[in-house]
């Protein structure tokens, strides 16, 4: 079993930068998939980015080039840095984890507010 913990939400100002962060217990992550997802109200919840065991990452052509996925994989732990924010990124972050054998984790999620 797989628990995943976020941090880092709050509410800031447009151009403000947030930094998100998952603690991830329970097994070694280095054979998951991690990945951060969003949900804003009304709508259904979407890739944000994606890191593959072998370190492919895919973002969300919203968030590219303002957003970065990393991992500390000493500290067993993933990051979004999120930089340049805009209201429209406003919604609840998941941190999530898959894993090939079908092992699907997620995080209890985030509130990240961002005003104009």
């Known amino acids: 079993q797989v628990q995943l913990v976020e941090s880092g939400g709050g509410l800031v100002q447009a151009g403000e930068s947030l930094r998100l962060s998952c603690a991830v217990s329970?097994?070694?992550?280095?054979?998951?998939?991690l990945a951060w997802y969003r949900q804003a109200p009304g709508k259904e919840r979407e890739l944000v980015a994606r890191?593959?065991?072998?370190?492919?990452?895919n973002y969300a052509d919203s968030v590219k080039g303002r957003f970065t996925i990393s991992t500390n994989r000493v500290r067993n732990s993933v990051y979004l840095q999120m930089n340049s924010l805009k209201p429209e990124d406003t919604a609840v972050y998941y941190c999530?984890?898959?894993?090939?054998?079908?092992?699907?984790?997620w995080g209890q999620g985030t509130q990240v507010t961002v005003s104009s």
């Open positions: 890191m593959s065991p072998g370190r492919d990452i």
């Open positions: 329970g097994r070694s992550f280095n054979a998951f998939n």
């Open positions: 999530y984890a898959d894993h090939s054998s079908g092992a699907r984790f």
